[in-house]
């Protein structure tokens, strides 16, 4: 009991102030779409297809905060916490030069990325103006995913918190006038965003430099570091593509199946994208502590942290699952007003909801074995994963009914077999001990 209660402080004083800096990533996208839809069916299944190229590319980057938390926090495990800002640094490098290619490329050929999902011409040209301003802020967003996770691995939550809520009313209020004052529509959101997500960057640089000027670690970029956090980014680059190309495969399949089955899927995966940032609190804290605690050499601590962090993510995925199933009914009116998507919406939410419980037990193994450092078997098993899901996203783009039984099918396809086969593999690799590897 007392073990419990230890490991229940360690992760709630990680996992509370992750949780509303993840909540505000998600709420970026709330804010896009309820404004965006607000505009209309065509704008909103843009803002779908471009936010669907924007996250591919943002998630396969993933690995610069997923990869930097465990590195970092088991450098301060091991008692070496110059080292371990270093190292972040060295990540946040990375980050700025791989942010400054991709742009620039999602920049040029904005138009190419969105034309393969073979949407209507008008959604395909509102996808690909929101997509080429959007490209501007995506060296930001990258650095900010590679500074969050230095400040974790030191096990600090709080200061990501504050600045997310900051980018976050940020967001809003830039949006809302730029979109409806300035009359900009879909631009006004994109630059909105951007603005935002650049602000973010200057308080991060500002908390980074005094932190490694405190323990006196270097802020220039080491080619070693940089490349070695590339190199350790390999495998969970692999990972996240295998489930981006899962997302992507149902987008695709909801195109098929017409352009309100596209919109409606759009809200669906922000509902979605929202419980699952939620659960990813614990998540975060289960990287930084099982991180941490394997670079100390506490395998009872860590099997401790991996105990109660299942026991909050299942708990937590009922509590969130409830929510809105209870408030299914109503929750597409806050991002539509048009009645055809908001016909089909209901059954998609539902399901959702169902699913959440799941989704806590995937999330929370998932970053358990990220902070354990078992980035191949999350990558080769993810590939496993998706040669489950292709099947069933092809029978519903093929056979199944547009309306309501074809996109209850899709979403129940993504959120039972899909996860469900994450849930079976993650489930296996944890009840092993190869992933206990402990040192820095």
């Known amino acids: 009991m007392i073990k419990a209660r230890a490991a229940d402080r360690e992760i709630l004083a990680l996992a509370v102030p992750a949780l509303g800096a993840l909540v505000a990533e998600p709420v970026f996208l709330l804010v896009d779409s309820a404004l965006v839809g607000h505009l209309g069916r065509v704008p909103l299944a843009g803002l ?51 942010g400054l290619l991709l742009g620039a490329i999602g920049f040029l050929t904005a138009p190419l990325l969105v034309r393969p999902f073979g949407a209507a011409g008008d959604v395909t040209a509102q996808a690909s103006v929101y997509l080429r301003v959007a490209m501007i802020g995506l060296p930001a967003m990258l650095i900010v995913f590679a500074a969050t996770g230095l400040l974790r691995g030191l096990q600090d939550t709080r200061t990501p918190l504050a600045v997310a809520v900051a980018g976050f009313v940020a967001n809003a209020g830039l949006n809302g006038f730029l979109i409806y004052g300035l009359h900009l529509g879909m631009v006004g959101s994109a630059v909105g965003t951007d603005v935002a997500q650049w602000g973010m960057v200057a308080a991060y640089i500002v908390v980074i430099r005094r932190r490694a000027r405190a323990e006196h670690a270097s802020l220039r970029p080491h080619a070693r570091g940089v490349l070695g956090v590339a190199g350790a980014g390999w495998w969970l680059l692999i990972r996240t593509a295998a489930l981006r190309a899962a997302l992507l495969l149902a987008t695709w399949a909801a195109t098929r199946l017409g352009s309100v089955e596209l919109a409606g899927w759009q809200l669906v995966m922000t509902v979605f994208t929202t419980i699952a940032f939620a659960l990813d609190a614990l998540a975060i804290a289960a990287q930084a502590l099982i991180g941490h605690g394997l670079g100390a050499a506490d395998v009872p601590r860590v099997r401790a942290v991996l ?15 409830a929510v809105v199933l209870v408030l299914s009914p109503w929750l597409g009116h806050v991002f539509t007003g048009d009645a055809r998507v908001l016909a089909v919406l209901p059954a998609g939410v539902v399901l959702i909801a169902i699913a959440a419980p799941l ?46 039984p074809g996109f209850a099918l899709l979403t129940a396809s993504f959120a039972f077999v899909y996860l469900g086969a994450r849930a079976v593999t993650l489930g296996l690799r944890a009840r092993s001990p190869r992933w206990l590897v402990t040192g820095a």
Do not use: H, K
């Not at 074995?369 to 783009?397: E, H, K, M, Q, S």
């Open 48 to 98: 779908g297809l471009a936010s669907a190229v924007i996250q591919t590319v943002v998630g396969l980057m993933v690995f610069l905060a997923y990869g930097t938390t465990p590195a970092v926090a088991r450098r301060l495990g091991a008692g070496d916490r110059p080292g371990a800002i270093s190292l972040g640094v060295d990540g946040t490098w990375l980050a700025t030069a791989l």
């Open 307 to 321: 105990r109660r962090c299942l026991q909050w993510g299942i708990g937590a995925g009922v509590a969130l699952g």
């Open 359 to 404: 989704d806590g037990y995937v999330f929370v193994l998932d970053g358990v074995l990220i902070g354990a450092g078992d980035a191949r078997y999350l990558a080769l098993t993810g590939l496993l994963n998706l040669a489950c899901f292709v099947p069933c996203a092809l029978l519903v783009a093929r056979f199944a009914e547009p309306g309501v």
